[in-house]
Structure formats: structure tokens, C-alpha cells
């Protein structure tokens, strides 16, 4: 448990190192519960620990890539996703087909078409 996003954010960066090309990592929680921090540690230290690279939920988009680092991210948040099936019109399915790394926030929203092989 962390107390703080400065380790919440440490947290995440500690599993960037561990994740495999092709990871999909499912982030529950409730509203505020420091998904997108630990989705930021994680995609910052793929990325060189850039603490000026801007990482923010994708509440609106649905979807933001980050493919400029080690390895590339794609980070998802469900939140306001309509139908599950508007995960096949952003592409997530071929995101998730990647040998980069996929991060969900408010995965249950997703239905059948998060895949079996997940971290959660």
C-alpha cells in the first residue's frame, strides 16, 4: 500500500521493470484509488523516467500511445465506455496484439473483449 503518488508513481516505475513485451495489466479501483498514477510511474519509466512527459487519463479519449520508450504503451481507461464494443472502433484489439504494454483502467467495462491473458 503507498501513502502518497510519489509512491504510488514508485510503485508502477518498480513494475516497469519486470512487465514482458505483450503485457496487459488490469487496474481496479475506485474513482481516486491512484490508477493513473501508477499507470504514470509505469509509463515514465519505460520512458526514461521523463518527469515532463505529461501523463493523464484517457478518460475522454478512451485510449492514449506512448511509443516513443523502451517498450511502447498503450493506456486505456474505460470509464465512460459506452458498449464494449467500442473497443473494436479504437482499436484496442490490435493494441492488445502488440509487443508493447497495455494498462486498463476500469477494466470490467470491457466485457469480452479484455483478454484472457491478463495481469490483474
Known amino acids: 500500500m503507498s501513502r502518497t503518488t510519489g509512491q504510488t508513481e514508485a510503485f508502477g516505475a518498480g513494475w516497469a521493470q519486470i512487465l ?11 474513482l481516486g484509488a491512484g490508477k493513473t498514477v501508477f499507470a504514470r510511474g509505469i509509463i515514465r519509466a519505460l520512458h526514461g523516467i521523463d518527469e515532463d512527459l505529461l501523463v493523464t487519463s484517457p478518460t475522454f ?5 506512448y511509443l516513443d520508450g523502451r517498450l511502447p504503451v498503450h493506456h486505456f481507461d474505460l470509464y465512460r465506455l459506452a458498449e464494449p464494443e467500442d ?19 476500469w477494466p470490467e467495462r470491457g466485457g469480452e473483449h479484455i483478454p484472457d491473458d491478463h495481469l490483474a
Not at 61 to 65: A, G, S, V
Open 61 to 65: 479519449t478512451l485510449m492514449n500511445p
Open 20 to 30: 514482458e513485451p505483450g503485457a496487459i495489466l488490469l487496474l481496479f479501483g475506485d
Open 87 to 105: 473497443l473494436v472502433w479504437i482499436g484496442a484489439e490490435e493494441s492488445f496484439d502488440t509487443p508493447g504494454i497495455s494498462l486498463i483502467e
